[in-house]
């Protein structure tokens, strides 16, 4: 009597069962999506960036916190004199002493959209939507400075954060989606910015943050050509597997074959 072996890749009896039991409905969507350092290398990197530097604003000298959050501000004067380290390096700190929220901000943001179009492609976005709108937000300060109707010391108000590239994401984000899931998240968005600009009122995030949800929209016909990382398909449509060149030993069988 032969023993009849187990189907490849069910791990036989109990871990087949096992895994077949558990891995199926709603357990399998939630574990398809949760953040991995393989499906989400920018999203979790980024967060790293954030959690040191938010832990270290929490444990240093407030100031020596306050001397380098200045010199990484995306503020006018900043801009001015240092563009490229002010749009870089204020990026990387939080507005507050709190990371937990920006954690789930990513999560539901950048991880998402980062799984649909790779990481490359969600660091373009982040960076987008940071760099737009600063520069249109504190250009619209410069100016006012300028025409007398802000003072001076405007100029010198502190600009550091990450929510100009989570709003850019979720605009991005929402342009892959059903036309019932867009219209949530931005709805959704456009909530929290409005709920935002009626809190502080405050000329740069009363800018910034529809700036960098426009800037994540503006990117939606780029991104559709890259969701989920879809192969082209073949010209004409011939599938793949005949759209291939034959080879050597079947072009060589195919004139034998031919001869009389």
């Known amino acids: ?129 940071h760099v737009a709108a600063t520069l249109l937000s504190q250009g619209v300060v410069v100016v006012a400075v300028e025409t007398g109707r802000l003072e001076p010391a405007a100029m010198d108000y502190l600009d550091i954060g990450v929510s100009y590239g989570v709003l850019a994401s979720l605009g991005a984000l929402a342009g892959l989606l059903r036309p019932a899931g867009r219209a949530a998240v931005l709805a959704l968005a456009v909530a929290l910015i409005a709920e935002q600009i009626s809190a502080d009122r405050d000329l740069v995030t009363g800018i910034g943050h529809p700036v960098a949800l426009l800037a994540g929209v503006a990117l939606w016909r780029w991104l559709r050509r890259w969701d989920g990382h879809r192969p082209r398909r073949a010209r004409l449509g011939v599938p793949a597997e005949l759209s291939r060149p034959a080879s050597a030993s079947a072009a060589r069988g195919a004139v034998v074959s031919g001869r009389s």
Request: proline content about 9%.
């Open 1 to 129: 009597m032969t023993e009849r072996q187990a189907p490849a890749g069910c791990g036989g009896p109990p871990y087949g069962m096992l895994r077949a039991g558990l891995r199926t409905g709603a357990v399998d969507w939630i574990l398809a999506r949760v953040p991995t350092l393989r499906r989400n290398p920018f999203a979790l990197g980024y967060l790293a960036v954030v959690g040191a530097t938010t832990t270290f604003a929490g444990l240093a000298a407030p100031e020596l916190v306050l001397r380098l959050q200045e010199a990484s501000s995306s503020d006018g004067h900043n801009l001015l004199q240092h563009p490229l380290r002010a749009l870089l390096f204020s990026g990387f700190w939080v507005a507050g002493p709190v990371w937990m929220p920006y954690l789930w901000a990513f999560a539901f943001t950048v991880a998402p959209l980062e799984r649909r179009v790779g990481p490359g492609r969600a660091a373009v976005v982040f960076a987008a939507g």
